[in-house]
């Protein structure tokens, strides 16, 4: 007998731990397996972080967190993407984007609502929407279509129980960008059939040429969006674990009220933390872009030049080379690069339909090692 509810005993465990525990036992291995940037936070924001506990902020802060910060992330959003939200009622500080996404599909759904999820997909959205009693619909991509999904096919999947659509741009694991276009199209859809939109916005600050579309900020998105936003890519603050949502007020008090029972505030100390970063550092994110940037161009041109077909991912910090070329599945390829030549990647699969065939490659890994890295994947492919 088990005494786990029915919900958690389907939730199953992300395909992407198996494969750090493996990595984690060898020795010379090279991790291009994990989705976080390999830079320290910048020195001001470890220093703000200090400065706080020295200044005695050691205690719970407002339910939404610090209004110096929620101010300052609302200021940000402005300035750089022209979309506007109150910092009392409109803006909400959470334990990393994890929180804020938990948030927005908790205050959503109820029981057997759907939720779109073009996929291939960041590993914890259906595990959310699971937990919250919903039904996450998959809408595959291609990589002839650059891993954008097809808004006909999106709209195809729309039936009566349809509440959200879930996208993320640049997207986890593709690299995927989506053009204005594409998501005015989406909007449309999202008008017409009067769903809301979760758009994960996590990594807007990584991209490489062009400029980033905030979703809320097309016409009329504003109202039916809710934005998660977060410190942990763009300024290297994954373990601090602080992040954002902003959505219209009547969504964003449903989110909060589900923040104040569960969490009650984000850590006290990383809010003054990613504040300073708001203020300070932003030449940290541009040199952190600039030499992302260096290591993609020497990853896509790598596995291409190795006979991996691997499109030019535009955001984010990963290279999703298609490996069924060489008659193996992503698993299996994934398996043996590791335990032959000590490269840690992840199987396309564990993101999802469409991932199947691909493996994702973070290039958040110092160049040198990308270098080696390449070299021994150079190996074991010719070795097939
Ligand atoms: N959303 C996406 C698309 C991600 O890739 C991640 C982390 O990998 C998150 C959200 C969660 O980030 P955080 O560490 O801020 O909780």
């Given amino acids: 007998k088990s005494y786990l509810s029915d919900r958690v005993a389907q939730l199953k465990p992300s395909g992407i731990r198996k494969f750090f525990d493996i990595a984690a036992s060898m020795k010379e291995v090279i991790s291009l397996g994990i989705g976080e940037p390999d830079f320290t936070s910048p020195a001001p924001i470890v220093q703000a972080g200090i400065q706080s506990l020295n200044d005695s902020e050691t205690h719970y802060t407002a339910n939404r967190g610090?209004?110096?910060?929620?101010?300052?992330?609302?200021?940000?959003?402005?300035?750089?993407?022209?979309?506007?939200?109150?910092?009392?009622?409109?803006?909400?500080?959470?334990?990393?984007?994890?929180?804020a996404l938990l948030l927005a599909i908790s205050a959503l759904l109820n029981p057997g609502d759907e939720v779109l999820v073009p996929t291939p997909c960041f590993v914890s959205y259906q595990g959310i929407i699971l937990l919250a009693g919903g039904v996450s619909v998959e809408v595959p991509s291609r990589m002839e279509n650059n891993f954008v999904p097809d808004p006909k096919e999106l709209e195809?999947?729309?039936?009566?129980?349809?509440?959200?659509?879930?996208?993320?741009?640049?997207?986890?694991?593709?690299?995927?960008?989506?053009?204005?276009?594409?998501?005015?199209?989406?909007?449309?859809?999202?008008?017409?059939?009067?769903?809301?939109?979760?758009?994960?916005?996590?990594?807007?600050?990584l991209v490489y040429g062009g400029q980033h579309v905030c979703f809320p900020a097309l016409p009329g998105m504003r109202e039916r969006t809710i934005l998660i936003g977060g410190f942990s890519k763009d300024y290297a603050m994954t373990g601090w674990r602080i992040g954002y949502a902003c959505a219209p007020r009547e969504i964003m008090d449903g989110m909060a009220r589900i923040h104040q029972y569960v969490i009650m505030t984000a850590p006290t100390m990383a809010q003054f933390a990613a504040l300073e970063g708001l203020k300070s550092c932003e030449s940290y994110v541009l040199d952190m872009v600039?030499?992302?940037?260096?290591?993609?161009?020497?990853?896509?041109?790598?596995?291409?030049?190795?006979?991996?077909?691997?499109?030019?991912?535009?955001?984010?910090?990963?290279?999703?080379?298609?490996?069924?070329?060489?008659?193996?599945?992503?698993?299996?390829?994934?398996?043996?690069?590791?335990?032959?030549?000590?490269?840690?990647?992840?199987?396309?699969?564990?993101?999802?339909?469409?991932?199947?065939?691909?493996?994702?490659?973070?290039?958040?890994?110092?160049?040198?090692?990308?270098?080696?890295?390449?070299?021994?994947i150079h190996q074991f492919v010719k070795s097939i």
Avoid: W
């Avoid at 999947?157 to 005015?184: D, H, V, W, Y």
């Avoid at 910090?317 to 030549?341: C, H, I, W």
């Fill in 290 to 376: 600039k030499e992302y940037d260096r290591r993609r161009k020497l990853v896509v041109e790598g596995f291409n030049y190795i006979g991996l077909p691997t499109f030019e991912p535009r955001g984010a910090f990963y290279a999703f080379p298609q490996v069924s070329v060489t008659g193996m599945n992503d698993e299996e390829f994934a398996n043996r690069l590791l335990t032959e030549k000590e490269v840690a990647v992840v199987p396309g699969s564990a993101f999802g339909p469409g991932g199947e065939g691909f493996v994702r490659c973070s290039y958040a890994t110092a160049y040198d090692q990308l270098e080696e890295a390449l070299d021994r």
């Fill in 156 to 205: 195809a999947a729309i039936t009566p129980r349809t509440k959200a659509i879930l996208i993320n741009f640049p997207s986890n694991p593709t690299g995927a960008i989506a053009e204005r276009e594409t998501l005015l199209e989406i909007a449309k859809i999202a008008e017409k059939h009067d769903l809301i939109v979760i758009s994960d916005e996590i990594y807007d600050r």
């Fill in 66 to 99: 610090i209004l110096p910060l929620r101010t300052a992330i609302s200021e940000h959003l402005e300035k750089m993407y022209d979309v506007s939200y109150d910092p009392q009622d409109e803006v909400v500080a959470t334990v990393g984007g994890s929180e």
